[in-house]
């Protein structure tokens, strides 16, 4: 029989809330009897990505420029879940026009991933998205930037094998449609 690994939260109180970083700072009991005081809990919303592929068969990527690591890197498409999204399908359709101006007919669940279970509250849904065609202008949220690439899947790997896709639940989800598409094998 397995043991009940879950922590006791004591005390919770707000260090920081705003619009993109909301930092909570919990008192925890653990099971074996232990406090911990202080453990930090960064807050943010669900996020969505996919490997998105056009009709052509094109795997649309996007390059942006990322202040924290003061780089500019090749990225799946997505972003943040609003309170007003329905669902994690409908805010990445919502953020797939918005970002690339492309919609999509088909979207595949492939799965969930954090970026930090230890200290983030928030998952990332990950998507398989087909049948992709340009219907719109780019229309950015404050902030946002971004240039489209087109590639196709083995340029998509040779990316990943020479680290130019960096951010890792990106690398996740290109890995999962790869698997899906019967690109890759474990």
């Given amino acids: 029989m397995q043991r009940d690994l879950t922590w006791t939260t004591l005390a919770s109180s707000y260090l920081l809330k705003d619009t993109w970083a909301t930092i909570r700072k919990d008192t925890c009991l653990l099971p074996n009897g232990k406090v911990i005081d202080p453990?930090?809990?960064?807050?943010?919303?669900?996020?969505?990505t996919a490997f998105a592929i056009t009709k052509d068969g094109k795997v649309l990527l996007e390059?942006?420029?990322?202040?924290?690591?003061?780089?500019?890197?090749?990225?799946?498409?997505?972003?943040?879940m609003d309170h007003s999204d329905a669902s994690p399908e409908a805010a990445l359709q919502r953020e797939l026009l918005e970002e690339t101006g492309y919609r999509f007919t088909e979207f595949q669940k492939l799965g969930i991933t954090s970026a930090n279970p230890s200290t983030n509250n928030n998952i990332m849904h990950m998507f398989l998205a087909?049948?992709?065609?340009?219907?719109?202008?780019?229309?950015?949220?404050?902030?946002?930037?971004?240039?489209?690439?087109?590639?196709s899947i083995d340029e998509v790997k040779q990316f990943v094998r020479e680290n130019k896709i960096i951010q890792s639940m990106h690398v996740t989800c290109i890995l999962l449609a790869l698997e899906k598409l019967g690109e890759l094998h474990f």
């Fill in 130 to 151: 087909t049948g992709g065609e340009k219907v719109a202008e780019q229309n950015f949220d404050p902030g946002e930037d971004l240039e489209i690439l087109l590639a």
């Fill in 39 to 48: 453990f930090y809990v960064y807050e943010f919303p669900d996020w969505v």
């Fill in 63 to 80: 390059r942006q420029y990322r202040h924290a690591l003061g780089r500019t890197d090749i990225e799946t498409p997505g972003g943040c």
